[in-house]
């Protein structure tokens, strides 16, 4: 199976900050990666497809690249309404998602 | 616009069946390009995918969770369902449903989620 590694586990930033957050598959997935946030008790909300696709809706603040095995998700200036938890997920052979990685105010 | 929520019982007892029944409205459920899609997240742990269903009754599971489970498309009330048997505590978690895209097997649309507790 994929494994998808998330780093860093926790990202302390503030309003206005750039904030990446990386993803790193165990074997390569092309391009097939997809981005969430998710906030406590809501609805997690897809943010990117194919590895940089934005969602329809979704604020360009938010951007994605790579491919291969190594993806970044990219806040271009952090906003209050940005802090949550990020997941990557991948969908190639095998469907497997990051462990996540939470966006806390510094 | 699409939105998807999940309802059955909070408190499951070992070696019980979960059920789950996800109401999809803003999207017929009988849409031939999508599938339907059941996650779930164990506390403290990561995300996990567990099923597709297709309202033809085509369904993919997870190849450890497949002996367990069952997933149904209920057309006329635009309604799919997950049936998990033989729980253990292992299988807490908060339990999501979600709509498959069909251009890859992300999800463009979730649910907000229902904790499952399997406890006697």
């Known amino acids: 199976d994929i494994q998808m590694t998330q780093s860093p586990s926790t990202l302390s930033a503030s309003v206005g900050d750039r904030v990446t957050i990386a993803c790193r598959a165990s074997?390569?997935?092309?391009?097939?990666v997809a981005w969430y946030q998710h906030k406590p008790g809501k609805a997690p909300k897809l943010l990117i497809y194919e590895a940089s696709i934005v969602a329809s809706g979704v604020t360009s603040r938010f951007s994605g690249s790579g491919s291969g095995t190594e993806f970044t998700l990219t806040i271009s200036s952090l906003q209050p309404d940005d802090f949550a938890t990020y997941y990557c997920q991948t969908y190639d052979t095998y469907l497997a998602f990051g462990q996540g990685t939470k966006v806390e105010v510094k | 616009q699409v939105q998807l929520q999940e309802s059955g019982p909070g408190l499951v007892k070992p070696s019980e069946t979960l059920s789950l029944t996800c109401n999809v409205s803003g999207w017929p459920i009988s849409s031939s390009d999508y599938y339907w899609s059941w996650i779930r997240q164990s506390p403290g742990k990561g995300l996990e995918w567990i099923g597709n269903?297709?309202?033809?009754?085509?369904?993919f599971y997870k190849p450890s969770l497949k002996s367990r489970v069952t997933m149904s498309v209920d057309t006329p009330r635009n309604q799919f369902s997950l049936k998990l048997s033989s729980v253990t505590v292992a299988d807490t978690a908060v339990y999501y449903c979600a709509r498959r895209e069909p251009s890859g097997s992300y999800f463009g649309y979730w649910g907000q989620g229902i904790l499952v507790t399997v406890s006697a």
């Open positions: 269903v297709h309202y033809s009754g085509a369904a």
């Open positions: 074997q390569s997935i092309h391009e097939w």
